[in-house]
């Protein structure tokens, strides 16, 4: 579901998709109910900063099965996402857009990740080349999403998976990185950006 909009008219063709919980925010095993709950990682904030300076459009892409579920209310999920939108803002960054789905996994969704609804949206919406964009996660699902979607994906190591838990699965990302900033990084190198810190 969106939260904030851009002129799509003046759009990269390419994007940066982001998951929430572990990526961008401190991951909780018992969901993030509350915007009370909901604690950005700090270094988090520099590398949106850094993807806004550089003119590419970031979206968060989130499974969010706690409202499937009766945990958490659609009212305090736009207040949770409101508040990370400003939080970003306020530190330089900004997210384009927010996609969430708020099925349980048994709901038989294409948006809930690893099924790639979320992302086909975004790209008809705005004129995303999916080929040419990256998704970045903090889990196999993420991967997964991502590698199907047909993003390069980059697994962040600050929310569920740990470096040898890779070691198990049967597709790997196209970089591992220990956190956002640095993912950011990778991806400004790979795309010919330079990386102001």
């Known amino acids: 579901m969106p939260v904030s909009r851009i002129d799509k008219r003046n759009c990269s063709l390419n994007a940066v998709f982001i998951d929430r919980d572990g990526v961008i925010n401190e991951n909780r095993n018992d969901y993030v109910k509350t915007a009370e709950e909901f604690v950005i990682i700090p ?3 520099d590398g949106l ?50 996609y969430y789905c708020p099925h349980d996994k048994d709901a038989g969704c294409d948006c809930r990740k690893p099924g790639t609804g979320m992302f086909r949206r975004a790209a008809r919406e ?24 047909g993003c390069k994906t980059v697994l ?29 990084d990778w991806i400004l190198t790979k795309q010919g950006h330079c990386c102001p810190k």
Request: hydrophobic share 45%.
């Open 126 to 149: 705005y004129g995303i080349d999916l080929a040419g964009s990256y998704f970045i996660g903090d889990a196999k699902t993420d991967v997964e999403a991502g590698l199907s979607a």
């Open 49 to 98: 900063s850094r993807l806004r300076a550089s003119g590419i459009i970031t979206i968060v892409v989130s499974n969010q099965a706690g409202v499937g579920r009766g945990l958490i209310a659609i009212a305090e999920l736009d207040r949770i996402n409101q508040k990370m939108i400003e939080t970003v803002t306020a530190h330089g960054g900004c997210i384009t857009d927010l």
């Open 43 to 45: 270094k988090a904030l």
């Open 156 to 184: 962040v190591l600050t929310g569920r998976t740990a470096i040898n838990d890779v070691d198990d699965w049967e597709f790997m990302p196209d970089h591992i990185a220990p956190d956002l900033p640095a993912a950011v």
